[in-house]
């Protein structure tokens, strides 16, 4: 077979199992419970929660911060008199495929895709979902790592779809940091939470590779001004 009829590889996402989906069930009612009892206080300097910031937008959340990020998503943007929707990348892997059922638990698209696995697959149905007026959401430095360090896809992404980066992170009073890579933070009951949404960060879309690196550099380093472990 030559090389113009050898079948291109595709990488299909991992789905889950029966098991799977009782545990992903699990972990919902789990959060729904766990945040519930939890004290959050908002810093917002973007205005999204206020109604200033009007449109979709590509929420950057930490890794080591989903627990709570969807709870953080329902409860503060998205306002009764101006619905939204969330369209969330996802790692293609085995653990992408329970959080993608959370995801979907919670009524959020998830879109499969990581800088490693189906990338630029992901980055087209991320813009897809932008341009039927979805917000997107991607944790910047997933789904490996290195912890803190956010990597070039979002910026891709604000670029392919011109829509502003808003930074989000929260300061947990009582947690369990568990020993992973991003030492991965599960709220206690009862739990003091202080959100935080940084200042917007738009990349033009004609901006030069430098350009866009630059502005890489400057998300990250709000990312890193705005968390507090």
Same mark, same amino acid.
């Given at each position: 077979?030559?090389?113009?009829?050898?079948?291109?590889?595709? $990488?299909?996402?991992?789905? $889950?199992?029966?098991?799977?989906? @009782?545990?992903?069930?699990?972990? =919902?009612?789990?959060?729904?419970?766990?945040?519930?009892?939890?004290?959050?206080? $908002?810093?917002?300097?973007?205005?999204?929660?206020?109604?200033?910031?009007?449109?979709?937008?590509?929420?950057?959340?930490?890794?080591?911060?989903?627990?709570?990020?969807?709870?953080? =998503?329902?409860?503060?943007?998205?306002?009764?008199?101006?619905?939204?929707?969330?369209?969330?990348?996802?790692?293609?892997?085995?653990?992408?495929?329970?959080?993608?059922?959370?995801?979907?638990?919670?009524?959020?698209?998830?879109?499969?895709?990581?800088?490693?696995?189906?990338?630029?697959?992901?980055?087209?149905?991320? %813009?897809?979902?932008?341009?039927?007026? =979805?917000?997107?959401?991607? %944790?910047?430095?997933?789904?490996?790592?290195?912890?803190?360090? $956010?990597?070039?896809?979002?910026?891709? @992404?604000?670029?392919?779809?011109?829509?502003?980066?808003?930074?989000?992170? =929260?300061?947990?009073?009582?947690?369990?940091?568990?020993?992973?890579?991003?030492?991965?933070?599960?709220?206690?009951?009862?739990?003091?939470?202080?959100?935080?949404?940084?200042?917007?960060?738009?990349?033009?879309?004609?901006?030069?590779?430098?350009?866009?690196?630059?502005?890489?550099?400057?998300?990250?380093?709000?990312?890193?001004?705005?968390?507090?472990?």
């Amino acid at each position: 077979m030559d090389r113009l009829t050898k079948p291109s590889r595709v $990488v299909v996402p991992h789905g $889950v199992a029966w098991h799977g989906r @009782l545990a992903a069930a699990a972990i =919902y009612m789990l959060i729904r419970l766990i945040a519930g009892t939890v004290r959050f206080r $908002v810093a917002d300097r973007s205005g999204v929660t206020e109604g200033s910031f009007k449109g979709p937008a590509i929420f950057c959340v930490w890794h080591n911060r989903l627990a709570l990020g969807l709870i953080l =998503y329902r409860q503060f943007i998205c306002r009764k008199d101006a619905p939204r929707s969330l369209a969330a990348m996802v790692s293609a892997s085995k653990d992408g495929g329970l959080l993608a059922r959370i995801l979907e638990l919670f009524d959020v698209q998830p879109v499969r895709g990581s800088s490693s696995r189906r990338g630029p697959q992901a980055l087209l149905e991320l %813009t897809t979902w932008a341009e039927r007026g =979805y917000d997107l959401a991607i %944790t910047p430095d997933g789904p490996r790592g290195p912890c803190y360090l $956010v990597q070039d896809g979002i910026t891709s @992404l604000a670029q392919l779809t011109g829509l502003p980066i808003v930074p989000v992170t =929260y300061h947990l009073s009582r947690k369990i940091c568990l020993k992973s890579w991003d030492r991965f933070q599960i709220p206690l009951p009862f739990a003091k939470c202080d959100v935080t949404l940084g200042r917007p960060v738009q990349v033009p879309r004609e901006a030069s590779d430098a350009e866009r690196a630059d502005l890489r550099q400057k998300l990250e380093a709000q990312m890193r001004e705005l968390t507090v472990d």
